[in-house]
């Protein structure tokens, strides 16, 4: 069964601060790997997708993909208190699968 | 681009009544949609996908019959929940992608509340 892994938190992170959100998977054959913002009450808004090896950056945001230890990370630079949020991680194998498969989500908190 | 409308945001009814949620891609011809519920403070819990054009496929523990899903379109697909129970209440989410390898992109949900 495929699985996604993340710590739930809190994780709490100074204003101003790098925040690291990290996840694991357990599908080798994982390919796509997305990234989620969900604010409380809200539905989740897509911050960053990564399908190959290596370090994708916008704007503030950087993410982080090695295949090889199955690891996916998400790096929020100058953090910010609206950057508090849940974040999910979410992995695409392709085949038969259509869907992602989506951690339970790390809880951010930016403390000002 | 990549915006996913949901209606009604909101749904207060009572026990018994059947709902039903709308989805709509409004600029992007969506291949697949899919949709989502979520209890307070988990996870999101995948339903079922749907293909425009076939029958919806569900997940283990999904009730086909109770959680009607049409896909009439590349831009619209809807669920109804049907004949409502108190325990149904929680937050739907439908999704909606491109490609298969494309992310999906999300409704802003419909909180179901069952009386």
């Known amino acids: 069964q495929k699985e996604v892994e993340q710590n739930s938190g809190p994780l709490s992170v100074p204003e101003g601060a790098i925040a690291s959100l990290n996840c694991t998977y357990s599908?080798?054959?994982?390919?796509?790997f997305f990234w989620y913002r969900q604010y409380s009450g809200k539905s989740p808004e897509l911050i960053m997708s990564?399908?190959?090896?290596g370090d994708k950056e916008d704007g503030r945001f950087t993410a982080q993909l090695n295949k090889a230890s199955q690891y996916v990370s998400l790096l929020i630079r100058d953090s910010q208190p609206s950057d508090s949020a849940t974040y999910l991680c979410?992995?695409?194998?392709?085949?038969?699968?259509?869907?992602?498969?989506f951690g339970k989500g790390t809880h951010l908190i930016i403390q000002p | 681009g990549a915006v996913v409308s949901q209606h009604p945001s909101r749904v207060i009814c009572k026990s018994g009544t059947s709902v039903k949620i709308e989805c709509r891609s409004l600029?992007?011809?969506?291949?697949?949609m899919f949709w989502y519920r979520q209890f307070p403070k988990q996870s999101l819990m995948l339903m079922a996908t749907s293909n425009e054009g076939s029958k919806a496929t569900y997940e283990q523990g999904v009730e086909k019959d109770k959680f009607l899903i049409n896909h009439a379109s590349l831009t619209l697909s809807t669920l109804t929940v049907t004949s409502a129970h108190p325990e149904d209440s929680s937050f739907y989410i439908c999704?909606?992608?491109?490609?298969?390898?494309?992310?999906?992109?999300f409704g802003d949900g419909t909180r179901l509340s069952i009386l």
């Open positions: 999704s909606a992608r491109r490609d298969r390898d494309q992310p999906q992109h």
């Open positions: 599908d080798r054959v994982s390919q796509s």
């Open positions: 990564i399908y190959s090896n």
């Open positions: 600029d992007f011809q969506a291949t697949t």
């Open positions: 979410a992995a695409f194998s392709g085949g038969g699968a259509d869907g992602l498969t």
